[in-house]
């Protein structure tokens, strides 16, 4: 008898912390903001927002850690760590900050821990006294426990973001209280969470430029153009921005990094629609990837602040006096 030929099973996929740490050991770390290659750090955070949005909110978040360490004079992280920042606010955040007389100690919950169950160290925002300070903590410290999330997630379902709970942990404190909020930095950081939006949204475009299915669906076309109309506004803003940041790092650029979110934002929201208009629902069924890239985006846009931006951005513009506050 023929023995039958035994396959070696398929291996499975990579894990997002092994995918993450992957590019990490290959790639390694990013140009810092405002050192005059702030528009490099963001196209390479674009082109990991078109492959994966999973993965950028990972490293985006690592990036910005090695950031912030750098400008508010912490020690940098051992090579191959993987880091986080959990700075989310609001009545669930509980974690607060006190000295017992043998070194600085979290108690309380912070919620919305992206990769917490995989990353090294974690730098968070907690309360001390009337402001917020900034500590690092190793999750291999203990006292550190992660209760149920309920991550029900579609989009974004492959990065958990959920509670985590400190009881006595011992933690290092980054900067002076109030430091991270501070520092132009803060500002800086959150246009590159745009730059991850907006390389998603152009992978999403880029699914409907079929040369041949566009020179015979007018629709399809014009829906196209509705995206780069879109896209090109939103990629003007972000180069601007970029060179600003790095002539005058010393300004926060607060009202630009608001108004170039928004943009982004909107221009995400209007290739999801376009290209849902356009295609049908043909590929949302049918195309795994490209249906994860457009759960995924609608999920991480809302790390937006919506109508709160808007109205923060119309009262800045209010308050200008004198010349326009639109130049050309």
């Excluded at 927002?49 to 004079?73: N, Q, Y």
């Excluded at 989009?155 to 132009?184: H, K, Q, T, W």
């Excluded at 926060?252 to 208009?277: F, N, Q, T």
Aim: glycine share 10%; proline share 8%.
């Amino acid at each position: 008898m023929t023995p039958v030929l035994q396959m070696p099973a398929p291996a499975p996929p990579a894990t997002l912390e092994a995918r993450a740490r992957a590019r990490l050991r290959v790639e390694g770390a990013l140009p810092l903001p405002g050192r005059g290659h702030t528009l490099d750090r963001w196209r390479a955070l674009a082109a990991m927002g078109a492959e994966d949005l999973a993965l950028v909110k990972v490293l985006e978040a690592h990036h910005d850690a090695v950031a912030i360490l750098a400008e508010l004079g912490g020690a940098p992280a051992p090579a191959g760590t993987l880091l986080a920042v959990w700075a989310a606010e609001g009545p669930q955040s509980t974690v607060r900050l006190h000295d017992d007389g043998h070194g600085p100690r979290l108690h309380g919950r912070k919620p919305w821990c992206s990769g917490a169950g995989f990353i090294d160290a974690a730098l968070l925002t907690v309360q001390a006294g009337d402001a917020r300070q900034l500590v690092r903590v190793s999750t291999s410290s203990s006292g550190i426990t992660r209760p149920a999330s309920g991550w029900e997630a579609v989009g974004m379902a492959a990065i958990e973001s959920g509670p985590v709970d400190f009881d006595n942990v011992r933690c290092e404190p980054v900067g002076a209280p109030g430091a991270y909020l501070a520092r132009p930095g803060f500002w800086h950081g959150g246009a590159g969470i745009a730059a991850c939006w907006f390389g998603a949204a152009t992978a999403i475009a880029a699914r409907m430029a079929d040369p041949a299915r566009v020179a015979r669906d007018p629709h399809l076309a014009a829906h196209l153009g509705r995206a780069d109309m879109a896209l090109g506004g939103a990629a003007a803003l972000l180069r601007e921005l970029a060179a600003r940041i790095d002539a005058d790092p010393a300004r926060p650029y607060r009202r630009e990094v608001v108004r170039v979110r928004s943009v982004v934002e909107r221009a995400c929201h209007d290739v999801l629609d376009a290209a849902g208009r356009a295609l049908g629902p043909g590929p949302l069924c049918g195309d795994r990837v490209h249906a994860q890239r457009c759960a995924d985006l609608s999920v991480f846009v809302r790390q937006s602040h919506a109508d709160r931006d808007w109205a923060a951005l119309g009262q800045d513009v209010a308050a200008i006096e004198g010349a326009t506050p639109w130049p050309l």
